[in-house]
């Protein structure tokens, strides 16, 4: 038998402005520098956004890369000097595809392949984590009350707390699980 009790102490409404804070705050954007800041964007970011961003860099890597190949001579001798040939290399040993019409010839060319390698696994590496990050998180929203009681059902004294589904019911909440630890300092 279910009795329906009121709210005593409701939870408040939550602003914009408050909600924005609180997502500062769990990942504390203003004490992790650069790195975090980027992290934070990538994961409140918009996965469309995110994937447009990755791919600019991956361009821009590129072209860089061929612009080092250009600068020594190009990339795979002296019958191909084009920046586009250096370019396209530089795209092909990113992409890993190598279609074997494009060799490094040349030591410095050959030290600028091995960096690059180098670049393209941490690069592949952080961007397979961005996306199965963006898919892995929880989407789902909640709120916790502020008070937790403690008041006597059945003789038996009992530990209650209320958590609020702020998605309503597009993410209805089935089954909750809570685990106490009680300890006397």
Known sequence: RFIKRSAVNALPRVDRAQRAEMKRTFINVQDSGVSGRIFAHILKGSLYVVLLEMTLYIFVANLFFGFIYWTLGGCCGEDIHDFWDDFN?????F???GYGALSPEGVGQNVVVFFQGIHNLIVTTIFAGVVFTKFIRPRWRYECAKYI???DI???PTLEFRVANLDGTFNELKTVSASVIFSRG
């Open 149 to 151: 009681t403690v008041r």
């Open 89 to 93: 290399f530089a795209f092909q040993t």
């Open 95 to 97: 992409t890993t595809v």
């Open 154 to 156: 059945h003789g038996t």
